[in-house]
Antibody, heavy 119, light 112 residues
């Protein structure tokens, strides 16, 4: 059974970067398609990007191009999402989620990481 | 980008009664493999979203059979046959036909 455990809450100043981790257990991260979705306070869900198994590459939402980097460390089965040049409107809960090849949907979610951007 | 809309945005429900949520997409979600890449999620208060229905009509593992999904192309419906108190939360539809994956605005379901 795949489980995702994310890193703890972060408080950052505008202009800084944040790196959120997503530890995979029960599976090997390189065999999974991990994506990132965020949710601003009292708002809806917004897809940021993730691994496209058809292309073998990470695909990013255009909105975040140039500011976001998604990587993985196969030695620790951990996926990372780094967002730079933070602004106040980046304040949100950031979720990692696995795109299942049997469902073609996000069928496993992490618990979320709150990132607060404030001066 | 594919735009997703939902109605209603707020749905007060009575336990034991049925409920229905509509989701529309700005273009067809029918894949060449014959499946509609439309999924439904429920986000209970204070929790991460959870998958309810995938590819339009398939219940995810562990999802009670009072939940059902239907529709094709650009119009989809989530139905709860008899609402229970534990079903409160925000329901989102999401398209996974093409990136960027996009979500509907959410429908908040609460008890009357």
């Amino acid at each position: 059974q795949v489980q995702l455990v994310q890193s703890g809450a972060e408080v950052k100043k505008p202009g800084a970067s944040v790196k959120v981790s997503c530890k995979v257990s029960g599976y090997t991260v390189s065999d999974l398609s991990v994506h990132w979705v965020r949710q601003a306070p009292e708002k809806g869900l917004e897809w940021m990007g993730g691994f496209d198994p058809e292309d073998g590459e990470i695909v990013y939402a255009q909105k975040f191009q140039g500011r976001v980097t998604m990587t993985e460390d196969t030695s620790t089965d951990t996926s990372y999402m780094e967002l730079s040049s933070l602004r106040s409107d980046d304040t949100a809960v950031y979720y990692c989620a696995v795109f299942g090849d049997g469902t073609d949907a996000f069928d496993i979610w992490g618990q979320g990481t709150m990132v607060t951007v404030s001066s | 980008d594919i735009v997703m809309t939902q109605s209603p945005l707020s749905l007060p429900v009575t336990p034991g009664e049925p409920a229905s949520i509509s989701c529309r997409s700005s273009q067809s979600l029918l894949h060449t493999n014959g499946y509609n890449f439309l999924h439904w999620y429920l986000q209970k208060p204070g929790q991460s979203p959870q998958l309810l229905i995938y590819v339009g009509s398939n219940r995810a593992s562990g999802v009670p059979d009072r939940f059902s999904g239907s529709g094709s192309g650009t119009h989809f419906t989530l139905k709860i046959s008899r609402v229970e108190a534990e079903d409160v939360g925000v329901y989102y539809c999401m398209q996974a036909l093409q990136t960027p994956f996009t979500f509907g605005p959410g429908t908040k379901v609460d008890i009357k």
